[in-house]
């Protein structure tokens, strides 16, 4: 087996920096990522669409509906001063 220089070198300055040898320290990286392949993928959360039981006549509407009671709540707060 052939390990790149750069790969070696961070090796060997980690078995010198805890005191192991480079087998050792070889090993536990090797060992760790292996580990950390063979960890199951957290599932994706999917959303669940409910049918609110909105009157067809407010079905598409309701950005329309939301900026007319906003206009009506900024004109009631600006009215009262």
Do not use: H, W
């Given at each position: ?19 192991r040898?480079?087998k ?20 994706r ?18 950005n ?7 206009v ?10």
């Open positions: 087996m052939t390990i790149e220089d750069q790969l070696a070198a961070e090796l060997e300055a980690l078995s010198f920096e805890t005191r040898s480079f050792a320290v070889v090993n536990e990286v090797l060992r760790a990522g292996l580990e950390s392949k063979r960890q199951k993928p957290i599932p959360f999917r959303e669940q669409p409910v049918k609110m039981g909105l009157r067809r006549e407010y079905e598409g509407k309701l329309q509906i939301a900026d007319e009671l906003s009506e709540d900024f004109a009631v707060k600006a009215f009262r001063r």
